[in-house]
């Protein structure tokens, strides 16, 4: 059954207790972890109950998590590869998952590392899990793209010009 967003986002212990539910059992692939510092974050998820998935490169710190019973996969991707192919292999493994006993289907994607949050929104839309609109995430890492919403919606922004080439100096 879905909760309703009001409930959800609820601030009081009674929203915070149906989130804590929702999340205890709950398979989440986190998808690329950062850097070790970000280890905490893994261990909360683990002590609140959320069964991990982690994709990550090869040679990922995150690899431990699994060794030591905090995760129960471990899926390394070649993340030099293209967009699209590190999509593709991503996609693969997740939907590979739901094959696996010691995994089985995927409840939710979520990533703590800010380069990885386009993947993320694509991999989110492709599974039709919650996530956010991949146009809106590729919207906010383009600063020429996120000025012009920002414009068109009547926030101020500071007078900038885009410069692409030569031809473009002299006016700005």
Known sequence: AKAPRRLLVQRSLQGQRLRRGILRGATLAFITTGYEGKRFIYEKAYELGVRIVVIDSPDSWS???????????FIP?????????????????????????????IDGVCTFAELSVPLTARLAELLGLPGPLTTATDQARDKSLT???LRQNGLPTPP?????????????
Do not use: T
């Open 63 to 73: 690899r431990k998590l699994v060794e030591e019973k905090k995760a129960v996969k």
């Open 77 to 105: 991707v070649d993340m030099m590869q293209s967009s699209s192919e590190v999509v593709k292999s991503c996609l693969a493994a997740l939907e590979a998952c739901e094959q696996d006993p010691v995994v089985g289907k």
């Open 160 to 172: 900038v010009h885009e410069i692409r080439s030569d031809a473009d100096v002299a006016p700005a």
């Open 147 to 149: 000025r012009l919403a």
